[in-house]
């Protein structure tokens, strides 16, 4: 068990540029999940897979957001034109099935909008 | 939207005290789960307990849920400088018309000095 990596850990980019965040789960978890978290603050959910399957959405993941999983193993999370609002720590997490499983984060990605 | 409110926001005790934190949430719940975050990393699972669970323990942990008050609390004792953390509650709402994703608390910041 190698835990959960993302990358990069640290980002940094102007206003109006489009990033791209890398999240790497427990090879044998079929769920993954993508939050923001702003300082002071818990995880907001903003999506999550089960295996290729997007299969929730939060209202937070505006149309600049998009996440995929191709092949049910990483995960991407892509947003374009971003706004000073975008600034926050991007966290992946995995589980096996079940919201009753224990969810197992990364150490997040820390997004800074200049 | 956050469901969960931690009670107190910050927590500062001595090592060897016992430290309490209180997590009050809106709807009914199918489980309570507290995770913990270091200083800039991700969130560590620490204890689940289901809606038709009244206390729980792991090691120095334990957990109580009030289902008729809405509330859960953690319980740490004989706390140590390493608890040192932010501590989350979240629940997953048995009715939750945002959908089904864990709902995250604001959280307790625990500072343990030596």
């Known amino acids: 068990d190698t835990g959960v990596s993302q990358n990069p850990r640290h980002k940094i980019t102007k206003r109006g540029q489009n990033v791209t965040f890398r999240c790497d789960p427990i090879?044998?978890?079929?769920?993954l999940y993508w939050y923001r978290q702003t300082l002071g603050q818990g995880p907001e959910f903003l999506t999550y897979f089960q295996n290729e399957a997007q299969l929730e959405k939060s209202r937070l993941l505006s149309d600049r957001f998009s996440a995929e999983r191709p092949k049910g193993s990483f995960s991407t999370l892509e947003i374009q034109r971003t706004e000073q609002g975008d600034s926050a720590m991007y966290l992946c997490?995995?589980?096996?099935?079940?919201?009753?499983?224990?969810?197992?984060f990364g150490d997040g990605t820390r997004l800074s909008i200049l | 939207s956050q469901q969960g409110e931690e009670d107190p926001q910050a927590l500062s005790i001595q090592e060897g005290e016992n430290a309490t934190m209180n997590c009050s949430y809106k709807t009914s719940i199918n489980n309570l789960q507290w995770y913990r975050q270091n200083s800039g990393r991700g969130l560590v699972h620490l204890i689940l307990i289901r809606s038709n669970e009244r206390e729980k323990h792991s090691g120095r942990l334990r957990v109580t849920l009030d289902t008729s008050k809405k509330s859960s609390s953690l319980l740490i004792t004989a706390s140590r400088a390493a608890d040192t953390a932010s501590y989350f509650c979240a629940t997953d709402p048995s009715i939750n018309q945002a959908g089904t994703a864990l709902i995250f608390g604001k959280g307790t910041t625990l500072s343990v000095s030596s």
């Open positions: 997490a995995s589980s096996t099935q079940g919201w009753d499983q224990p969810q197992h």
């Open positions: 090879s044998e978890h079929n769920r």
